[in-house]
């Protein structure tokens, strides 16, 4: 039986994510000798036979099946047709932040955001193949890593690959430094597991394993461009006012998971009750608001914000940017933007970052197998 437990107390460092591209390629050649030529962890589970209810005794009280859907209000009138694939989401002013775990999603903080379009879904395999077709782009994933660029690594690691999630055969200490991260050589956004993988069955799942550089360069084709951390924020509220999900207070809705997120003992347990031990196709769960999807779970979305744990505290309150460089304590010296929205691998037990006040960070040339993005467009 599943128990839920507390959120543990996090600081930025404590959020499970994967050390940078650098780290590993500078690292012993024990990774890379573990990762072979790849693994096949990914599992599909046929939406129709999947359970979607939670399991009996998944949830320790019954208000966690209350319904709890947020008030929609009419949205103002959008500037113009919507492009193909996006909604407006209006412009206005709310509380950003503010979740008390996480030290670097304080204080909370108003802020004002003017209306702008978005991608109602995560970015497709087929949406990127179209991108990748039309440019002969090579994501970083793809590059072999050169020297240059990883000073001090040993030549047999200057391998291309990317970071791959590995669940561990029994339960593992939480507060240490995740030991579910492996570099894969050959894992790249068409084969997210290893070379011997491939997405071939994943067309409108989201594409994997972009670095932040991977995906501005989408979006700069397509005529977009990835969104500010406030914009994102605001577009996940979906009108609703502080909420503890995108979709309202209560983890369950009629008894039904909401997003794509982590059931059982997180990492080596996944019970996949919504139905998805890895990512679903996109808008397979409902629509917040604004008619977004997945802006909870799935896959984690880049912004365009450099990160530092401090910045809420500085933050300008109007159309707020981030700040003019990145700081991430855990790994000083590393170049990181934010990442929002969580993913598959959140639990309600461990990360929790699928909350729409969390936050998230990566280094602009890693991507892994839990980490895609979506575009906005002003209007
Ligand atoms: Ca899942
Ligand atoms: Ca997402």
């Known amino acids: 039986m599943t128990q839920r437990r507390r959120p543990p107390k996090s600081s930025p460092d404590r959020n499970g994510l994967p050390k940078a591209r650098g780290r590993w390629l500078l690292a012993v050649l024990t990774p890379l000798a573990l990762a072979g030529a790849g693994i096949a962890i990914w599992?599909?589970?046929?939406?129709?036979?999947a359970r979607h209810a939670p399991r009996r005794g998944a949830v320790?009280?019954?208000d966690?099946?209350?319904?709890?859907?947020?008030?929609?209000?009419?949205?103002?009138?959008?500037?113009?047709?919507?492009?193909?694939?996006?909604?407006?989401?209006?412009?206005?002013?709310?509380?950003?932040?503010?979740?008390?775990?996480?030290?670097?999603?304080?204080?909370?903080?108003?802020?004002?955001?003017?209306?702008?379009?978005?991608?109602?879904t995560e970015v497709t395999n087929a949406q990127f193949a179209r991108f990748v077709e039309a440019t002969g782009y090579v994501t970083i994933a793809e590059q072999t890593p050169k020297a240059e660029d990883y000073p001090g690594a040993a030549a047999e690691n200057l391998v291309a690959g990317s970071i791959v999630f590995?669940?561990?055969?029994?339960?593992?200490?939480?507060?240490?430094?995740?030991q579910w991260w492996i570099y894969v050589p050959g894992a790249d956004w068409r084969h997210p597991e290893g070379a011997a993988s491939d997405i071939d069955a994943r067309q409108d799942h989201p594409v994997v394993h972009v670095g932040w550089l991977d995906a501005a360069a989408y979006a700069r084709w397509a005529g977009k461009r990835l969104p500010t951390e406030a914009e994102w924020e605001l577009a996940a509220r979906g009108g609703a006012e502080g909420k503890r999900f995108v979709w309202g207070d209560e983890l369950l809705v009629g008894g039904a998971w909401q997003a794509n997120i982590w059931q059982g003992d997180f990492p080596?347990?996944?019970?996949?009750?919504?139905?998805?031990?890895g990512t679903a196709p996109v808008a397979?769960?409902?629509?917040?608001?604004?008619?977004?999807?997945?802006?909870?779970?799935?896959?984690?979305?880049?912004?365009?914000?450099?990160?530092?744990?401090?910045?809420?505290?500085?933050?300008?309150?109007?159309?707020?940017?981030?700040?003019?460089?990145?700081?991430?304590?855990?790994?000083?010296?590393?170049?990181?933007?934010?990442?929002?929205?969580?993913?598959?691998?959140?639990?309600?037990?461990?990360?929790?970052r699928y909350r729409p006040g969390a936050r998230g960070k990566g280094a602009i040339d890693s991507g892994a197998t839990h980490v895609g993005f979506r575009c906005v467009k002003d209007d």
């Open 43 to 49: 599992t599909s589970f046929d939406r129709t036979t």
């Open 60 to 62: 320790e009280d019954d």
């Open 284 to 352: 397979t769960f409902p629509a917040n608001g604004f008619g977004l999807y997945d802006m909870a779970g799935n896959v984690w979305e880049w912004c365009s914000d450099w990160y530092r744990p401090d910045y809420y505290g500085k933050s300008a309150k109007r159309n707020p940017h981030g700040p003019p460089s990145s700081n991430d304590p855990w790994e000083p010296g590393v170049p990181k933007r934010v990442q929002r929205g969580g993913s598959y691998l959140c639990s309600d037990a461990y990360c929790v």
């Open 166 to 178: 590995r669940p561990p055969d029994g339960a593992v200490d939480l507060a240490a430094e995740p």
């Open 268 to 277: 080596s347990e996944n019970t996949a009750d919504d139905g998805y031990t």
């Open 64 to 120: 966690h099946l209350t319904a709890d859907i947020p008030p929609v209000e009419t949205p103002p009138r959008p500037p113009a047709p919507a492009p193909e694939g996006m909604v407006w989401v209006p412009g206005g002013k709310f509380v950003m932040g503010g979740e008390t775990i996480f030290a670097d999603a304080q204080p909370s903080h108003e802020v004002e955001v003017d209306g702008f379009w978005m991608d109602r």
